[in-house]
């Protein structure tokens, strides 16, 4: 039972203070902004890109950035990234899987090939990521928590972007994050999964940028407006902090109620 007189902080616990994070994709996006989220919340943040003087800019516009460039696409390198991490730092806390790509076109016209690589990207690199850091985890014995970048589309499609290898990468990434949960719940790693609807990026700029698309999108989501960059703060905050310290295997959407 808690004491009716105690003092409740619930902000205590959104804090990293002498932790390290790893984020991937972080030259841009949502990457990016979940970089500038950890390092106000007292991580030593990792920016792995392929853009070397992307996330050089941004590590030193952090209180405790260190760039690291990685090209998740070739088989080993998240692997690699975690080592370089742990040697810099000497520890690993949390991970942000999100380095991914997309090929918006009708799949009767998507080649196999770039249908793999999607898959490679999107899936595949996260597993060896998430691989790669738990095995440092639990070596240390501190627990940790994974955040894989899925994305709404795992659980509702739209007519406006036909992406089938999209789609399947993160559906997967998804039942990926249950299956790595339950397996590391006994190590004390949480594995979750964040799943944005239509937020800015780069990725995303075609969409956004077109009157028409954006419009027709926007019609489909009942608070009728694609999201705003911080609208995922809060969201990043809690995976990536304690105070989501009794979650694990579980999706959360942000999407504007797309999904609905």
Not at 47 to 73: P, Q, W, Y
Request: a negative charge; aromatic letters at 4%.
């Amino acid at each position: 039972m808690t004491d009716a007189a105690e003092n409740v902080d619930p902000l205590a616990q959104l804090r990293l203070d002498g932790k390290v994070a790893i984020v991937t994709g972080a030259s841009s996006g949502i990457g990016a902004r979940c970089a500038r989220v950890l390092d106000a919340l007292g991580a030593t943040v990792v920016l792995a890109a392929r853009r070397t003087d992307r996330i050089e800019a941004l590590a030193g516009s952090l209180a405790k950035g260190d760039a690291a460039t990685c090209d998740v696409s070739v088989p080993g390198a998240s692997a690699a990234l975690v080592d370089e991490a742990v040697e810099r730092h000497g520890r690993i806390d949390v991970v942000v899987a999100n380095a991914g790509i997309s090929n918006v076109v009708p799949a009767l016209r998507e080649e196999t090939e770039r249908f793999a690589e999607v898959v490679s990207v999107d899936l595949v690199a996260p597993f060896e990521l998430a691989r790669a850091a738990a095995g440092h985890m639990r070596e240390r014995g501190e627990g940790g928590a994974v955040v894989n970048v899925a994305s709404a589309a795992a659980f509702s499609s739209t007519a406006v972007l036909p992406q089938a290898s999209y789609v399947a990468a993160k559906t997967g990434l998804v039942g990926l994050t249950r299956e790595l949960a339950l397996q590391w719940a006994r190590y004390g790693i949480r594995v979750n999964a964040l799943c944005p609807g239509m937020f800015p990026t780069e990725m995303t700029d075609e969409l956004v940028q077109s009157d028409e698309l954006r419009s027709a999108f926007e019609s489909q989501v009942p608070l009728r407006r694609i999201a705003r960059p911080e609208e995922l703060d809060g969201a990043i905050a809690f995976l990536c902090t304690s105070a989501s310290s009794y979650m694990t295997g579980q999706a959360v959407v942000v999407d504007g109620g797309g999904g609905l």
